[in-house]
């Protein structure tokens, strides 16, 4: 039997298959095929659906203000070593409610397998161009155009080629060809490979073309003893590079404000090689930092000892200690908002010691410990210079709305964010966050703390919620008539 061909569908029925085929976890020929199966069996619930979809409802939908509207991606995986970045890049993608369709080349399929693919995206792994299930219906043109952005990762010096010169012996590069979408390429490459005459002129022609690169980056390749330019961009910023081309830039409602943030632990020094610290990350404040920057604030970040890159557009002073922070703090003041994430050391030793201390027949020195300055505290019950709207973290492992309220009382911050870092959460040093904003009701001072408690996100999500949140006091203070 001939393969059938469905053409000149309306849009009712285009939106139909879609949605029936996304909630089935199918794609849409898949869903075609079974739709016919239900039909033969002499089932009737496909076929009421066909009619026109009721009006939208002019009711407004409960929604966070840090969701993101959905989108799609066709991932193309290259065959270079880099390809096992792929695999977190379809779950960073996934997080940033971007849904992906993965087509893996001959030689990214020595690298990464299909199921693995599958398994994290959730959708079926196109690999060959002459698919019988898939062509049936020119799959590579849906695969170019279903979709609102193609994005190849890792992008290798062969894929180049054919795409800068226009060849299409494949399903990849047929799908590059046949695409009216925006292209986004991670190039990965061996560095004398990114450097060769070559793939410069195919980079120059790619960009004349239009189509958007990341990276590559500098450092140490696959090879041993290898190093320069040609390291694959880290997939987190390969999702953020796809979120800016597929989303609008957003409104800057915090723009003309100064926020300043508090991120990461404190060491206090013991002696010149032993410290007293936590196992905060700063992920959490870091995170905060950029999306209030990318909401058009002027951000400061005062960050303890992290190992993470600075936040682009924001200004960074690195410290050490409780003191040394507290100081760089109040040298930022005046600020219109001031978050507190860092999670400083309560203690430090009354008396460091000028040499390291050594282990002697009397046993452990003894260690005073004297309490460190309270930066939450002493900021929020400034005279002068307290800002507008000063917002504390409280990081529990147990009793947690119960110790963050009293956290509240004592503080005099106007919001508290409290979260579980018990090691079962793995909040500590982990990608992903629950919390719980608590906040006066009304406003009033000595009135009833209003408990707001938000769902399991990644932390980059708690900062867009948390920033929105600020967002909405500001611009109700902006409108408020002058006294």
């Known amino acids: ?53 009721p009006a939208p409802s002019t009711a407004p939908t409960p929604q966070r203000t840090g969701a993101l509207p959905e989108a799609s991606v066709t991932l193309i995986i290259g065959g270079g070593i880099a390809a096992y970045k792929s695999l977190d890049l ?21 690298f990464v397998t299909p199921l693995a693919v599958s398994a994290l995206s959730h959708e079926r792994v196109y690999t060959d161009l002459f698919d019988p299930q898939s062509e049936f219906d ?66 120059a022609q790619l960009q004349r073309d239009g189509v958007a690169l ?39 409602p915090l723009a003309g404000k100064r926020v300043l943030i508090t991120a990461g632990p404190t060491h206090e020094p013991i002696d010149p090689v032993r410290y007293i610290a936590n196992r905060s990350s700063g992920k959490q404040g870091f995170a905060i930092a950029a999306a209030a920057q990318a909401a058009g604030a002027d951000v400061m970040l005062v960050s303890g000892p992290v190992d993470l890159d600075d936040p682009a557009g924001v200004t960074v002073k690195h410290v050490e200690s409780a003191r040394q922070m507290l100081e760089q703090v109040q040298a930022a003041l005046p600020a219109d908002v001031a978050i507190f994430a860092a999670a400083v050391a309560d203690w430090r030793v ?40 000063v917002i504390g973290f409280a990081a529990e492992t147990e009793h947690l709305i119960e110790n963050a309220k009293a956290k509240f009382a004592r503080k005099g911050c106007d919001w508290i964010v409290a979260n579980d870092v018990s090691p079962a959460t793995g909040v500590m040093g982990g990608d992903r966050n629950t919390v719980h904003l608590l906040s006066r009701k009304n406003g009033a001072k000595d009135g009833e703390i209003a408990v707001d408690s938000w769902p399991v996100m990644t932390k980059e999500q708690v900062a867009i919620e948390l920033v929105a949140h600020i967002a909405r006091i500001a611009t ?3 409108r408020e008539p002058a006294s």
């Open 1 to 53: 039997m001939a393969s059938l061909t469905i053409r000149k569908l309306d849009d009712a029925v285009k939106t139909y298959l879609r949605l029936r085929s996304a909630r089935n976890r199918r794609s849409v020929e898949e869903e075609v095929r079974v739709i016919l199966r239900e039909l033969i069996e002499g089932r009737e619930e496909p076929l009421t659906p066909f009619s026109a979809p």
């Open 90 to 110: 379809i779950r960073r993608l996934k997080e940033r409610r971007i849904e992906v369709r993965c087509v893996l080349t001959k030689a990214a399929q020595q």
């Open 138 to 203: 020119a799959g590579h043109i849906r695969l170019a155009r279903d979709c609102d952005l193609i994005v190849v990762a890792p992008a290798t010096a062969d894929l180049l080629a054919k795409i800068s010169n226009g060849h299409a012996d494949d399903l990849a590069s047929a799908i590059l060809l046949a695409t009216n979408r925006k292209i986004l390429l991670a190039p990965a490459m061996n560095p004398l490979m990114w450097s060769n005459a070559a793939t410069r002129r195919n980079v």
């Open 214 to 252: 990341i990276g590559p980056n500098s450092g140490e390749m696959a090879e041993a003893g290898e190093a320069g330019v040609g390291r694959m961009s880290e997939a987190i910023e390969i999702a953020n590079a796809a979120e800016r081309l597929l989303r609008p830039p957003m409104p800057k």
């Open 350 to 389: 009354a008396n460091e010691g000028e040499q390291k201390l050594k282990k002697t027949a009397a046993g452990m020195p003894q260690l005073q410990l004297v309490e460190n300055p309270d930066i939450l505290a002493t900021i929020s019950k400034l005279t002068d210079k307290r800002p507008p709207l």
């Open 476 to 478: 109700d203070k902006s």
